[in-house]
């Protein structure tokens, strides 16, 4: 894949980077085994509290992930179009609430039953995206380090959010209803500009989950502190 970049984003973007690297909170709660535990070693709250800062940061890099590939690679009379490109989420058809109403009716099983489907249905389209920005030409250090971080927070917020459920809720994993064969397919190699599209998408889409995965976390969150009273 050749394409060329137009917009190169200003250096002290790339300085503030291990900044953000460094303000990470490790999910540590691993026995000797490497399966993990209750963490008996910590409260909920706190725990609670780690998996909602990752949430956070994940969040907060994806928006920069997608601003700066929209940056270096989409054409600028594009970007407005993506949504309406016929470019489906790949997590669109999973039983996950989107009104308001929806959110604010579901039980706190549900809201980490939601958080772990989307966290899970990512994993591996996010390694699909690291495979294909490797083959963009002149794609900055900084955008493929920060997907590669965010699949591999990914993963540690997976984690997480199992222990959270084992540890809230007191009960095995429930089975997710959603199905890999549902997800996109990525063996079939589009042409150039339908492949850059494909991947905004991508971005966008992992964006707007990461952004659900953060709020409802939050709202849990709430409601273990002040429950009548969360919006």
Known sequence: M???TA?????WVLLLWPYLLTGSIPLDCKEEQGSFSRCPSISQEKLLDRVIHHAELIYRVSEESCSLFEEM???????LQSNQAGYACITKALPIPSSKSEIQQISDK????????????WIEPLVYLQTTLDRYDHAPDMLLNKTKWVS???ISLE???VVLIKK?????MMATTFSEQALVQYDVQPEMLESVMRDYNLLNCFKKDAHKMETFLKL???RQTDKYNCA
């Open 152 to 154: 591999e927070k990914l």
């Open 2 to 4: 050749h394409i060329m």
């Open 110 to 121: 549900w809201l980490l039953h939601s958080v772990l489907i989307l966290v899970q249905s």
């Open 159 to 161: 984690q997480g959010v």
């Open 220 to 222: 849990l969150k709430c």
């Open 7 to 11: 917009v190169h984003k200003p250096v």
């Open 73 to 79: 690679f989409v054409p600028f009379p594009l970007r």
């Open 168 to 172: 809230m809720l007191d009960e095995g």
